[in-house]
C-alpha cells in the first residue's frame, strides 16, 4: 500500500454513461497525476495538478475528459459519454515535488474501466 | 526527449540474479534514469533512481556506464515474487510531467 488510494477499483458502465473516479493521494503531496494503461502497454499520461491548479493536460484527454482537485487535496477524474475505447485502467499517483525530482512517483491501485 | 529501448520479456530462475538492460542513446546531460516496477492490477512502484556510475538500495542496484547511452537494473536473488513488469525511464527531473514516458517495459518472469 503505497498511500494513494482510488475509488472504485472496478467500474461497469454502458457506452453512452458518464463515470466519476476519485483519488485521494498522500496527504502532503503536492502534485498529483492521472495516467491511463490499456493491456500490454505502459501507462500513458493524462493530466496533472500541482496543489489545485491542473498545470498540463495530454493530446490524450478528450472533451469528454475533465479532472478536478478542489482545495488541492483528492482529484476526480470523469468521463462523459463513454466510448468501448475508454475500457481501461485509470492510475492516480502523486508526488511531493521540491523543486525537481519529477519522477518519484506513489501510484494508487487504479480503477478498471470497462465500457459494454 | 530521450528514447528508451528495453527488452520485451526476460524469464530467469529463483535465486539468480537479473539484470535488465536499457538503451538511451540521445540522453540529455540532464537526464535521470528512473525504473518502476509493476505487478498484475496495481500501479507501477518506484524502485530506483540515478544519474551515473552506480545506485544501490534495499531493493536493486542502478548501473550507468560512464556514457550514460544505457543502464542495467540489477535484481540480486530474484524469487517468484519479483514477477512483474520494469519500465526504465529517462529524463530532466524538472520536466514537464507529459514528458514522463514508461514505454512498454520488460516483462519478467521469475521461475521455480
Known amino acids: 500500500d503505497t498511500g494513494v488510494s482510488q475509488d472504485p477499483r472496478h467500474k461497469i458502465t454502458k457506452r453512452g454513461q458518464n463515470v466519476t473516479f476519485r483519488c485521494d493521494p498522500i496527504?502532503?503531496?503536492?502534485?498529483l497525476y492521472w495516467y491511463r494503461q490499456t493491456l500490454g502497454q505502459g501507462p500513458e499520461f493524462l493530466t496533472y495538478f500541482q496543489n489545485e491548479a491542473q498545470l498540463e493536460k495530454s493530446r490524450l484527454l478528450s472533451d469528454r475528459f475533465s479532472a478536478e482537485r478542489p482545495k488541492g487535496s483528492f482529484s476526480t477524474l470523469e468521463i462523459q459519454r463513454t466510448e468501448q475505447g475508454d475500457s481501461a485502467m485509470y492510475l492516480c499517483a502523486s508526488s511531493l515535488i521540491l523543486g525537481q525530482s519529477s519522477y518519484e512517483q506513489y501510484f494508487g491501485p487504479g480503477t478498471r474501466l470497462t465500457v459494454t | 526527449l530521450a528514447k528508451t529501448t528495453q527488452p520485451i520479456s526476460m524469464d530467469s530462475y529463483e535465486g539468480q540474479e537479473v539484470n535488465i538492460t536499457c538503451s538511451h542513446n540521445?540522453?540529455?546531460?540532464?537526464?535521470?534514469i528512473t525504473w518502476y516496477q509493476q505487478f498484475p492490477s496495481q500501479g507501477p512502484r518506484f524502485i530506483i533512481q540515478?544519474?551515473?556510475t552506480k545506485v544501490t538500495n534495499e531493493v536493486a542496484s542502478l548501473f550507468i556506464p560512464a556514457d550514460r547511452k544505457s543502464s542495467t537494473l540489477s535484481l540480486p536473488r530474484v524469487s517468484l515474487s519479483d514477477t512483474a513488469v520494469y519500465y526504465c525511464l529517462v529524463g530532466d527531473r524538472g520536466s514537464s510531467a507529459s514528458k514522463i514516458i514508461f514505454g512498454s517495459g520488460t516483462r519478467l518472469s521469475i521461475r521455480p
Open positions: 540521445n540522453i540529455a546531460t540532464n537526464d535521470y
Open positions: 540515478g544519474y551515473k
Open positions: 496527504s502532503e503531496h503536492n502534485r
